[in-house]
């Protein structure tokens, strides 16, 4: 079948791959291509097996999750690899270094079956996995934690437009490109065009570092919504 996408699995727990395995294989447009039991045969299998979405475990031997991603998101040539974080707790100080680390979202591994799937769909689409409260939460608590993340200065922002701006704004409240569409009064392909027009001028990957650019650059702040228009 044309245009599956291809997911890696990478955890260290033999039952937990094989769980992730059935459900994900059970979906017509997914396919799991390899498994890794730590992060240097993630980010090795990454490239091998041609990789779309890396469900990566943040514990594990040898190379950690956190590492692997780095890895995997710093070489070009796996420029189109997606990283989706699992996580026991859906707030984790790990979590934050992951996205850090240029994870694009986070998971629970006790993730219902079809929000399992969506989410690897969601990713693998160059969205960000990031709920708005889950979002909120992780940023207020990167903006405590001293460890700068290697993104554009608040400068930067002048090169975006004034609805650029808006819908950047919006992306860091935790908005699906639907939602800023329907806030915008604009379809969602003009609000995907907005963001994507936006990371390119920040030169970010995906979502998920747009919403730290926006709060980092004091664009936003925890527990802001943008006001309606």
């Known amino acids: 079948m044309t245009n599956q996408i291809r997911v890696l699995l990478a955890d260290d727990q033999t039952l937990i791959r094989a769980g992730f395995r059935v459900l994900i294989d059970s979906a017509p447009d997914l396919e799991v291509v390899g498994e890794a039991t730590n992060g240097r045969q993630a980010v090795a299998l990454a490239r091998s097996a041609r990789a779309d979405v890396v469900l990566m475990d943040i514990r594990m031997p040898d190379l950690d999750g956190i590492e692997a991603t780095r890895m995997i998101t710093a070489d070009e040539d796996l420029a189109g690899v997606r990283v989706l974080i699992l996580t026991t707790f859906e707030i984790d100080e790990n979590v934050l270094r992951a996205l850090r680390a240029g994870a694009s979202g986070f998971l629970s591994k006790s993730v219902q079956r079809a929000d399992l799937l969506d989410a690897i769909r969601v990713v693998a689409g160059g969205e960000a996995l990031l709920s708005p409260k889950a979002t909120q939460s ?73 919403v730290v650019i926006a709060y ?11 006001p309606a228009r």
């Open 138 to 210: 992780l940023i207020a608590r990167f903006l405590d934690t001293p460890e700068p993340m290697p993104l554009p200065a608040p400068a930067a922002l002048d090169s975006l437009t004034d609805r650029e701006r808006e819908t950047l704004a919006l992306v860091a409240a935790g908005l699906s490109n639907d939602d800023i569409a329907e806030r915008l009064y604009v379809s969602p392909l003009t609000a995907k065009t907005h963001v994507n027009r936006a990371m390119t001028k920040l030169g970010v990957r995906d979502r998920a570092q747009l």
């Open 216 to 226: 980092q650059s004091g664009l936003v702040r925890p527990g802001e919504m943008p």
